[in-house]
């Protein structure tokens, strides 16, 4: 594994950063091999000591936000959009684009193996997603979530 330090994070040389300029990245933070970072019209921006790991797909069609302190285990897809599935006049590979707007993941998150955040979520301060999980609707401040759709399950918090 090779990372490559530029200004002041890390990213794999074996990451993918699609158009590179809708993409801002923090202070020491870090980009795993195999991560997809990819943006057509709206920011993505990472803040200070994040880490996302390898296989992990960010797909910025409308705004992703990460702030500081978060961490992202390997093979998580952020998805900031949807297909306008109500439509049936087109195919649905021609159907527009639609999003909630934006994901927002908050300080000191983490998000566990293979979870999936929808689009218009956003992840409150201290929460944690358990693996496999899939986050349809906004998580509360040091909630812990897990199942498909995510559940609350405990809290960080006594």
Known sequence: MF???IFWYYISNKAILESRKMIKIGKNSTIHDYVIIGSVENMVIIWENTGINVFTV???WSWVIIWNNVL???HCMIASWNHDHKQTK??????KRISKWPII???DVWIGANSTITDGVKIWKGAVIGAWSVVTKNVNAYEIVWWVPAK???NRKP
């Not at 087109?90 to 159907?95: C, H, R, Y």
């Open 72 to 74: 992202i285990a390997p």
């Open 90 to 95: 087109i195919p649905m590979t021609q159907a």
């Open 152 to 154: 609350v399950i405990g």
């Open 3 to 5: 990372y490559k330090r």
């Open 105 to 107: 993941i908050e300080d």
């Open 58 to 60: 960010i797909n910025g």
